[in-house]
């Protein structure tokens, strides 16, 4: 399996969640996967929530600061 590029997994729409970065086919926000990292939720606990393919940025080795 290649590489994933987190950014090819974020999308802006302007009529989707009042245009806030989503997960691609998705509506969760970026925000909210940010505001439950930052808030100590583990990962594991967020790929049960959100398991979807999409997701599988969370898996991978970036991190956000």
């Known amino acids: 399996m290649g590489q994933v590029n987190v950014l090819d997994r974020i999308t802006v729409h302007p009529d989707v969640m009042v245009g806030k970065p989503t ?31 999409p997701c599988l940025f969370l898996t991978s080795n970036h991190r956000f600061s």
């Open 23 to 53: 997960i691609r086919g998705m509506r969760i926000t970026v925000e909210q996967i940010l505001k439950a990292m930052a808030n100590g939720v583990p990962t594991d606990q967020l790929l049960e929530d959100y398991p979807e393919p």
